[in-house]
């Protein structure tokens, strides 16, 4: 069985990151748990050691701002929920 699961992974992680830079945090967020799901799949087709650690160390840079964009945009709806306009703009991050 061919290993599609990690190019597949990639050129979704690369749209999502295309998102990010455009401030489309939801669709953002959404590539990268897509991106993670098969990245993790494909980690356990992957015979060659060397280059499952080094997804793996990728993988975790993807997860952590794929945290970050779920956070902001959690808080983001809490604000939005309460009515509040806090003044201020843009979107950190």
Known sequence: MQNNFIPDAIDIV???ITADNANDYQTALNLYRDALSRF???L???KN???KK??????EGYMKRAEELRD???KQAEIEKSGGNS???????
């Open 14 to 16: 690369s749209r999502a």
């Open 40 to 42: 993790t799949i494909g």
């Open 44 to 46: 356990k087709y992957e």
């Open 49 to 51: 050691e060397s280059r």
């Open 54 to 59: 080094l997804i793996l160390e990728r993988v």
């Open 72 to 74: 902001y945009l959690n």
């Open 87 to 93: 003044g201020g703009g843009g979107a950190g991050g």
